[in-house]
């Protein structure tokens, strides 16, 4: 079956320039993650949503972060007024969230951010 | 917090076995191990959970110490497709999201 998609891959922005981030979450997944990976580092933790609803929001660096799924399936990364720190992959994680902890996260490719 | 892992990068012959250690300093509900390419999604290889048992798929098992918050994966007869960067998430009681470490760099030689 199909796995998490996201688009676009790459994105080069012009710092102050807004930039969106799509993911498309396997079909059927409850809960959506988006996480920022820094060249060489681990990923770390922006947002999640359980369906429609953002549970958490703890991570977002900065109020120039914004995230949405309005229906419960696709999400949208907003990042307003981009800046030269925030150049990283973004990537999106779902899983079913069966009401049980430890659920697989299951990532897609990422979209690998420039800002110049 | 984030988890430690070690080592950093190791080098391994095909055939060889390899052993990568995550640790934490906070009490752990369950760790998260993923493969992760170049340029790729990090792809899922196993969790281990609480009072969980030992887990293992083909020549790949982890194990979980709870009272040291460890938890360490076993690579055995590696082979060239192992190669890669390997990170443990952890969860902490209802948190959904995994905290990673920083990764370690498997390379694989033929």
């Known amino acids: 079956g199909a796995g998490v998609s996201q688009s676009p891959r790459y994105k080069v922005a012009k710092r102050g320039q807004d930039v969106a981030l799509r993911c498309d979450p396997i079909s059927g997944h409850v809960s959506l993650f988006w996480y920022q990976q820094a060249l060489g580092q681990g990923p770390e933790f922006l947002t999640y949503f359980q369906n429609e609803a953002q549970l958490d929001k703890s991570g977002l660096p900065s109020d120039r972060f914004f995230a949405e799924r309005p229906e419960g399936s696709v999400s949208t990364l907003k990042i307003q007024r981009t800046q030269q720190e925030d150049s990283a992959v973004y990537l999106c994680?779902?899983?079913?969230?069966?009401?049980?902890?430890?659920?697989?996260?299951?990532f897609g490719p990422g979209t690998r951010l420039t800002v110049l | 917090q984030q988890p430690v892992q070690s080592p950093q990068a190791v080098i391994l012959r095909e055939g060889e076995d390899a052993v990568i250690n995550c640790s934490s300093s906070k009490a752990l509900y369950s760790v998260h191990w993923y493969r992760q390419k170049h340029g790729e999604a990090p792809v899922f290889l196993m969790i281990?959970?609480?009072?969980?048992e030992q887990k293992g798929h083909d020549k790949i098992s982890a194990s979980f110490n709870e009272k040291k918050q460890q938890s360490s994966l076993y690579l055995t007869a590696s082979q060239l497709s192992y190669s890669g960067t390997y990170f443990c998430g952890t969860e902490k009681g209802s948190a959904r999201q995994l905290t990673f470490g920083s990764g370690t760099q498997l390379t694989v030689l033929p």
């Open positions: 281990l959970l609480k009072g969980g």
């Open positions: 994680a779902s899983s079913t969230d069966r009401g049980s902890v430890a659920d697989t996260q299951y």
